[in-house]
């Protein structure tokens, strides 16, 4: 029998675990979360496990079912619909962050930015990509819209290792993600805004694309 996995044994300490399961692919959509299984593999009470739990139902990365809690399975239509909520936000984010920006923000996003060009391994080329994006949504300092953004993507998350590293998206964001920066130190609102959303517009369809092939493969 494998020995448990080391954690603290607070609610938030499952959560941050299981969190990082789901987005990182370690519990896939669909997978059901049984209490009684997961605190016997994290080695804690079933109580912390079901916070956890109804924690991942609000951030949207678990749903109830007949058969209990289960990683939620986004459809095309449910990505196209968190995807419109996420430009119309993160475009406002960035000309906010256009219009407060300070020093420590541009370096931030240029350091992020920079990490994401030299990186070899795809993986860590996505997860930089993510990061810069985390950035941004700091660097446009409101809290509101931060917080909304950051739950949009952890959904987003979701379908992240499907095959969104595979393809030529990460080569275009990174000049995509160069354009955004250069109009958020200049200190245009406008550009920001618009060179963002064309941003989010073009990887939506990719994610969509992969999606589809994703679900036409598990049907023929």
Do not use: F, K
Not at 38 to 63: H, T
Request: hydrophobic share 40%.
């Amino acid at each position: 029998m494998a020995a448990p996995v080391q954690t603290g044994n607070t609610a938030e300490s499952q959560y941050l675990v299981l969190r990082d399961e789901i987005v990182g692919g370690t519990l896939p959509p669909g997978t059901t979360l049984l209490e009684t299984a997961l605190a016997a593999r994290l080695g804690v009470g079933r109580a912390p496990v079901r916070e956890a739990i109804l924690r991942l139902e609000c951030d949207g990365l678990v749903v109830r079912g007949p058969r209990g809690p289960h990683v939620r399975t986004l459809t095309a239509p449910e990505v196209v619909e968190i995807y419109q909520a996420r430009i119309a936000l993160e475009a406002e984010a960035a000309a906010s962050a256009a219009a407060h920006r300070s020093a420590l923000d541009l370096a931030r996003l240029r350091h992020v930015d920079e990490e994401a060009r030299g990186a070899r391994d795809q993986d860590e080329r996505r997860a930089l990509h993510g990061r810069w994006h985390a950035v941004l949504r700091q660097a446009c300092h409101n809290p509101t819209i931060t917080a909304i953004l950051e739950q949009l993507a952890l959904q987003l998350a979701l379908y992240d290792s499907v095959d969104m590293s595979r393809n030529p998206n990460l080569e275009s964001s990174d000049d995509e993600h160069a354009e955004v920066l250069d109009a958020i130190s200049d200190g245009d609102q406008d550009r920001a805004r618009t060179v963002l959303r064309a941003h989010l517009e073009r990887t939506r369809d990719v994610r969509i694309a992969a999606l589809v092939r994703q679900e036409n493969s598990s049907t023929a």
